[in-house]
């Protein structure tokens, strides 16, 4: 069983930003990061694929954050710039095991076997 457990989350003003970090990772799994705002379905933010390491963004945050991870160390980073009030959030740090298509994305929450219980993130403008 893998527990993650998400640190960095706080309250941020518009502009300014934080970095998420999440462990432990595991170079044998997909990351991802989420969110989910009030009265929202929960959606991914970032991910980074097993093996090569290339990174997925929503459009949301294209050229805002950034998802990157260190294996020594068994963390995933989420850093994000520029934030904005829409940005606030609980975000979750999840994983994916087992099977998996190299060249493939996992974007969808249904996609991850595990995660961490959140870290809240609020932006005030």
């Known amino acids: 069983q893998v527990q993650l457990v998400e640190t960095g989350g706080g309250l941020v003003q518009a502009g300014e930003s934080l970095r998420l970090s999440c462990a432990p990772s595991?170079?044998?799994?997909?990351m991802g990061w989420f969110r989910q705002a009030p009265g929202k379905e929960r959606e991914v933010v970032a991910a980074?694929?097993?093996?090569?390491?290339?990174?997925y963004y929503a459009d949301s945050v294209k050229g805002r954050f950034t998802i990157s991870r260190d294996n020594a160390k068994n963390t995933v980073y989420l850093q994000m710039n520029s934030l904005k009030p829409e940005d606030t959030a609980v975000y979750y740090c999840?994983?994916?095991?087992?099977?998996?298509?190299?060249?493939?994305?996992?974007?969808?929450?249904?996609?991850?076997?595990?995660w961490g219980p959140g870290t809240q993130v609020t932006v005030s403008s």
């Open positions: 999840a994983a994916r095991r087992g099977y998996y298509t190299p060249t493939y994305y996992y974007t969808q929450v249904s996609d991850y076997n595990y």
């Open positions: 595991s170079v044998n799994s997909h």
């Open positions: 980074i694929r097993r093996g090569d390491g290339s990174p």
